[in-house]
Nanobody
Framework: QVQLVESGGGSVQAGGSLTLSCAASGSTSSRMRMNWYRQAPGKQRELVAT???????QYPDSVKGRFTISRDNAKNTVYLQMNNLKSDDTAIYYC?????????WGQGTQVTVSS
């Protein structure tokens, strides 16, 4: 079993920055793909960043150039650096880990961006 715990959420003014962390514990593996999702009220859950076991990253256009996902396998931690935040970025952000035969989710952390 893998446990994921997000931290770093909070409130920030538009144009500001925030860094989220996701600490993994349990039966972790560097081979897992790690992801950040977000869900805003009334909207579908959206993948905002993904990083492969090899370190390859992908982002949707909505956050490309503003968000950066990274991982520190030695610390079993994945990060999401968010810059130039917009009000549309307001959502609960969830850490996600994809293993070969299981999917794990964190509890989520709230990010609120005020205009």
């Amino acid at each position: 079993q893998v446990q994921l715990v997000e931290s770093g959420g909070g409130s920030v003014q538009a144009g500001g920055s925030l860094t989220l962390s996701c600490a993994a514990s349990g039966s972790t593996s560097s081979r897992m793909r790690m992801n950040w999702y977000r869900q805003a009220p009334g909207k579908q859950r959206e993948l905002v960043a993904t990083i492969s076991s090899a370190g390859t990253t992908q982002y949707p256009d909505s956050v490309k150039g503003r968000f950066t996902i990274s991982r520190d396998n030695a610390k079993n931690t994945v990060y999401l650096q968010m810059n130039n935040l917009k009000s549309d970025d307001t959502a609960i952000y969830y850490c996600n880990a994809l293993a070969s035969a299981a999917v794990y989710w964190g509890q989520g952390t709230q990010v609120t961006v005020s205009s």
